[in-house]
């Protein structure tokens, strides 16, 4: 038995194959579900109804995806130009660093110039955090891997000595948590009643803009042909470098809105479980979207719904959420294999 | 020679080979007997190497049957053909450079569990094969310290010590001057008369005519002809080969002009095991085909890279068109009006998972009409790439499937095209031809020579001597990294430039 590649995949395989891994997934969660004892029917339902059965839940799906909308974009433009930036969680913790510094009371702006500054200077702390490692992949050869993976842990350290020291709200009864961001510093609701900030239409337009971006401006061919073969891009003439540092700009700066809009929409002020790994779940949202950014949206808005429809149905029925965790994880390599195998036959 | 008449050795029957839609080879049959020397004869993209991987155990056949010495070959296990006694010295060696020529020798011989054993006894037993079949090389030398010849003798030495009693060669000569062909030869020589059997794979008709005992020619996958090579001519054998008469294009006078690119004194630095320039000068006049030979790994890359805008001198000076060349990158390259047809069209002439259209204005994107103020003009992209697709005869499905879908010959046809489309004033053809079929290699050829016509400079950097001697107006030789003077055309022969491409002749110059 040997593997074959096939040169041109037919439309039937590219889509079959990945649904066939989605429904793959599905079957190893209900059979897991089966061995905790429950009915995997019914906790499937659960699931279904805790993401999507009501306002309420639908809502607080959309709500769970805005921040994977940013990172999943975040990480989906920089695996296409084949930088591996794994530093998205450092990234967000930056951005709603930034977003707390100026937003408690340092800018005292109306929020139609206030929401915009901090926006910005969320997107300039990501993109520094991944300027630094690109910088040494690009003028070192260091592997960005490593460097943006191991930030991550000096981000959150980093982070745990602010909420500690110079950012601890003196209000805050000894937690460690930053004071809460001025009125004008939020995020409001998206559409009035509804409990969805901005942060969701932002990420919209984000997606929306990172498309026109790839498919439509001299950058997105640039990104793409360096992604596809940096060796054919320098012979070129396409500045391989300056076009990395462009990249790592956009990516970094969109992990850190994710930050801005947890802070800002979302918790209004930053603690350290600001982020429940929406920085590494970013990766397997772009993974899962094939690192298109409109995929991205849905992607997010899958594995959102996973999460939130997992954690009410483990209330519901006593299965441990974290069922979820396991779903993803074999989501995503079915996913992986499933792709391999678009451009590959097996024979005999 | 006298055709031998021992045992069969190797017998191939009815072999298939697909590869998807791809018949690479059909109802291939082939015989080698004891003591001989066959030549597998046919065109890039005959099936020589697909046929070759097959008694090797590398690819496992369709349909049909090998056997070795009377026994069946089990499919896809290479292990059985070492075993079985086929030795395989391949285009690309499968050396480790950072090892001893003993140690590569030696390697995957030795047991696991007592790795030092047996060391004295296989240097004794390298060094006496060395001497038998006179494969001259240091056992103790790092294979990173050897040049390309020595390597190939570490490779051949390699089949010997696991007592290869079958060699097949895949295009040995294609990396060597013609005086370590010579020396190949006759290792080759040796080795039949010592009741070895040879299967020679190449498409240099004066090798095969000089070497081998019987000659198979394939064309498109099939056998086409066999013959004892004493019965047959060259231009029978060329025939065959190509299933037509060739035509090869007759240059017209040249009329040189004015200096485009002139180097003085250039050195560029070395790039891990790749030579750099040691003090090139030399100019590309407009109207002139200037043409570069040397063993491949000598520097070529380097000057290459140098028109290419992929390195800078390091050392002396650059002038295009009478002026100074300025900040020296791909981009400015282009700008001055040098179309570059790289040496590896997968890996920096084309993206493979790009279209045709995206590919045709991957240099050119970034200006009108291609794109304003920043946006892509898809239409004005499309536009360019059927232009290019029809004139330059690009057989493909359209402008918006992936280049990688191409044939060799067609991708480097697109290749040619964008550049040619731009008229470029220098013309920097690395390797134009390689792995092209006749046809192909034909119409890139008429290409350059009416680039020149027109009055550009061209210059022709290749392995083959053959091509660069019937193409160029004018020949350097590289060696090292340094480069012979200019020799005008018809005042060399090609064993004249074999001095200069060993290096020999600079060192009597010095």
Not at chain 1, 187 to 204: I, S
Not at chain 2, 463 to 472: A, G
């Amino acid at each position: 038995m040997r593997l074959e590649p096939i040169p041109a995949p037919s439309l039937a395989r590219r889509l079959g194959l990945p649904a066939f891994a989605l429904i793959l997934t599905a079957l190893v969660a209900m059979g897991l579900v089966a061995l905790a004892g429950a009915a995997p029917g019914e906790v499937a339902w659960l699931v279904l109804k805790g993401a999507a059965g009501s306002q309420f839940a639908l809502l607080e799906t959309l709500n769970r995806a805005t921040p994977l909308i940013f990172t999943g974009l975040a990480v989906a433009v920089a695996f296409r130009a084949k930088l591996w930036n794994i530093g998205a969680e450092a990234q967000l913790y930056l951005g709603a660093v930034a977003t707390v510094v100026l937003g408690t009371g340092l800018l005292d702006w109306p929020p139609a110039v206030l929401l915009p500054v901090l926006a910005v200077a969320a997107m300039a702390a990501g993109a520094l955090a991944l300027l630094v490692p690109t910088f040494l992949k690009t003028r070192f050869g260091v592997d960005e891997v490593v460097t943006t993976l191991l930030l991550n842990f000096v981000a959150l350290l980093f982070v745990s000595y602010l909420l500690e020291g110079p950012l601890k709200d003196p209000m805050g009864l000894g937690w460690p948590k930053s004071p809460p961001l001025i009125d004008e510093a939020r995020l409001p609701r998206l559409v009035e009643g509804l409990r969805l900030h901005w942060g969701f239409g932002l990420a919209l337009i984000a997606a929306a803009l990172v498309w026109v971006i790839q498919t439509r401006t001299i950058w997105g061919f640039e990104i793409r042909a360096v992604g596809l073969n940096a060796e054919a891009a320098r012979f070129a003439g396409m500045p391989v470098n300056a076009v990395l540092v462009r990249t790592a700009i956009l990516s970094g700066g969109l992990a850190a809105l994710a930050g801005f809009s947890e802070v800002a929409g979302a918790k209004g002020a930053l603690t350290l479980d600001l982020s429940p790994g929406f920085g590494y779940t970013g990766i397997i949202v772009a993974m899962l979207a094939l690192l298109h950014p409109l995929g991205v949206v849905v992607a997010a808005i899958f594995v959102a719904g996973i999460f939130v429809g997992a954690d009410s149905m483990s209330r519901a029925a006593g299965v441990p959420s974290f069922i979820a965790d396991i779903l993803l994880a074999s989501a995503l390599l079915a996913m992986v294999l499933a792709l391999g195998l678009t451009r590959l036959r097996i024979r005999r | 020679m006298t055709p031998p008449s021992g045992e069969t050795v190797l017998r191939l029957a009815d072999i298939t080979v697909r590869f998807g839609p791809v018949t690479a080879n059909e109802g291939v049959s082939l015989t080698l007997r004891r003591g001989e020397v066959v030549a597998l004869l046919g065109e890039n993209g005959a099936g020589k190497t697909t046929l070759m991987n097959v008694l090797f155990g590398l690819y496992a056949a369709d349909e049909g049957t090998v056997e070795l010495f009377g026994q069946p070959l089990p499919p896809g296990n290479p292990r059985a053909a070492l075993e079985a006694g086929v030795g395989m010295v391949h285009q690309h060696f499968a050396l480790a450079e950072n090892l001893t020529v003993l140690d590569n020798i030696t390697l995957g011989t030795r047991s696991l569990w007592s790795p030092g054993a047996g060391r004295r006894a296989a240097r004794a037993k390298v060094e006496g094969l060395a001497t038998e079949y006179g494969l001259r090389v240091d056992p103790d030398a790092t294979v990173a310290s050897l040049g390309v010849g020595q390597r190939q003798r570490v490779e051949i030495l390699k089949a010997l010590y696991r007592d290869a009693r079958i060699l097949i060669l895949d295009e040995p000569t294609a990396v060597l001057t013609p005086q370590e062909s010579l020396d190949l030869f006759a290792t080759l020589r040796k080795a039949v008369a010592k009741g070895l059997s040879i299967l020679f794979i190449s498409h240099k008709l004066h090798e095969v005519e000089a070497v081998s005992d019987r000659v198979v020619v394939l064309r498109q996958g099939r056998v086409v002809a066999e013959a004892a090579t004493a019965d047959t001519t060259r231009t029978e054998m060329a025939r065959l080969m190509v299933g037509a008469e060739i035509a090869t294009p007759e240059p017209r006078p040249a009329l040189p002009g004015a200096a485009r690119v002139t180097l003085r004194d250039v050195s560029t630095p070395a790039r891990g095991t790749a030579t750099g320039l040691r003090g090139v000068s030399m100019s590309l006049r407009a109207g002139l085909i200037t043409g570069l030979v040397g063993v491949s790994g000598n520097g070529q890359s380097a000057l290459a890279g140098l028109l290419a805008g992929l390195e800078r001198p390091s050392a002396g000076e650059m002038e295009i068109r009478g002026a100074p060349s300025g900040p020296w990158t791909p981009r400015a390259a282009i700008a001055a009006g040098i179309g570059r047809i790289p040496e590896d069209r997968h890996g920096s002439g084309t993206v493979g998972d790009f279209d045709l259209a995206e590919n045709a204005m991957l240099e050119l994107y970034a200006r009108p009409p291609f794109s304003r103020g920043g946006w892509i003009d898809r239409k004005a992209a499309r536009a360019w790439a059927e232009r290019v697709i029809d004139r330059y005869d690009v057989r493909c499905p359209g402008p918006e499937a992936p280049i990688r879908l191409l044939s060799g010959g067609n991708m480097q046809k697109l290749i040619l095209g964008r550049v040619m489309e731009t008229s470029p004033e220098v013309i920097l053809a690395n390797q134009p031809v390689r792995g092209l079929d006749i046809g192909a290699l034909t119409y890139v050829h008429e290409q350059l020579l009416a680039a020149r016509d027109r009055g550009a400079a061209v210059l022709l950097i290749s392995e083959d001597l053959d091509e660069v001697i019937s193409l160029s107006d004018v020949i350097h030789a590289i060696s090292e990294g340094r480069l012979s003077p200019p020799f005008a055309r018809g005042t060399m022969t090609p064993a004249e430039l074999g001095e200069w491409m060993t290096g020999a002749r600079f060192d009597d110059a010095a």
